[in-house]
């Protein structure tokens, strides 16, 4: 039996799916957000408690209050 030829295509699309959104718990995340927006680490949690772990709209939360 020959040995199957693979099809798969490598994608970038899990990799935007995953800059999209900020994981909370990884607290290198959390410290890349706060630096950009130059808030703390606390508000940045306290954001993605509020509008969810979409990073755009961490972002526009983040940005009103300051």
């Known amino acids: 039996m ?3 030829k693979s ?3 490598t994608t970038t699309r899990g990799r935007n799916q995953d800059r999209a959104l900020v994981a909370g718990g990884q ?3 959390v410290r890349y957000e706060a630096k950009k927006t ?3 680490a606390p ?3 306290k954001a993605i ?3 969810g772990n979409s990073r755009t709209a961490i972002e526009k939360r983040l940005a ?3």
């Open 2 to 4: 020959a040995a199957k």
């Open 7 to 9: 099809t798969k295509k």
């Open 27 to 29: 607290d290198y995340e």
């Open 38 to 40: 130059g808030r703390s």
């Open 43 to 45: 508000a940045v949690k």
């Open 49 to 51: 408690k509020k509008v």
């Open 64 to 66: 009103k209050k300051g």
